[in-house]
């Protein structure tokens, strides 16, 4: 929507689920989110050990400075200062610009925004007081935002799930010229947390 010219999308792929930096359920099918938005994915194997995570993201985009000839990355940060300040320092390091174009917007409006725009968003996973199993592949609408705003008001939980209290699945978006589905998946839960396993995925 700010003109950019995007050259790539770069994926983190780490090796265990609780990855201090970086997402990790439904890693696997960022693939397709890719090819649906016709980007080249440029995928980072990482061990996701806490900050040897953001040496393995530099190198590869210290490779895409020298190859393609980027000048900047964007995140997608709300609140977390933990991940702006690594991908701030990070992009310093490298003489990147580092753009949070997310960063302290309100998170009820920006999830309203997202739905009203055209964002097909399931939920994933879910590690908060509140969510319970329903939620593991629920599509976000407005009776679900709804919702949400009020677990925030009484539990405090991040609307937008900076926090990780849930993880998400994008499905379709004004930028995906194509559609995904989601074709086979199954509910993992144990105590009060759980994660859906999107076993097959395809693009329609």
């Given at each position: 929507?700010?003109?950019?010219?995007?050259?790539?999308?770069?994926?983190?792929?780490?090796?265990?689920?609780?990855?201090?930096?970086?997402?990790?359920?439904a890693i696997k099918w960022t693939g397709l989110q890719a090819q649906a938005a016709g980007l080249r994915q440029v995928s980072v194997p990482t061990?996701?050990?806490?900050?040897?995570?953001?040496?393995?993201?530099?190198h590869a985009l210290d490779?895409?400075?020298?190859?393609?000839?980027?000048?900047?990355?964007v995140s997608g940060a709300i609140v977390s200062e933990y991940q702006r300040t690594r991908l701030d320092n990070l992009c310093e390091k490298l003489d990147l610009r580092s753009f949070a174009p997310l960063w302290h917007k309100n998170q009820a409006g920006l999830v309203s925004d997202e739905i009203e725009a055209?964002?097909?968003i399931i939920v994933t996973a879910c590690n908060a007081l509140g969510l319970d199993q329903k939620w593991l592949g629920k599509?976000?609408?407005?009776r679900e935002l709804k919702e949400l705003v009020e677990l925030n008001r009484k539990y405090g939980l991040n609307v937008a799930f900076e926090g990780g209290e849930a993880e998400t699945f994008t499905l379709a978006?004004?930028?995906?010229?194509?559609?995904?589905?989601?074709?086979r998946a199954t509910p993992h839960w144990k105590g009060d947390s759980g994660y859906l396993d999107l076993e097959e995925v395809q693009a329609v």
């Open positions: 929507m700010q003109g950019w010219d995007v050259q790539a999308l770069v994926t983190v792929f780490p090796d265990r689920p609780d990855s201090w930096m970086f997402h990790y359920p061990s996701g050990v806490k900050e040897q995570e953001i040496e393995d993201l530099g490779k895409l400075k020298k190859s393609d000839g980027i000048e900047g990355v055209g964002f097909e599509r976000l609408g407005a978006c004004p930028a995906f010229k194509t559609r995904l589905t989601v074709t």
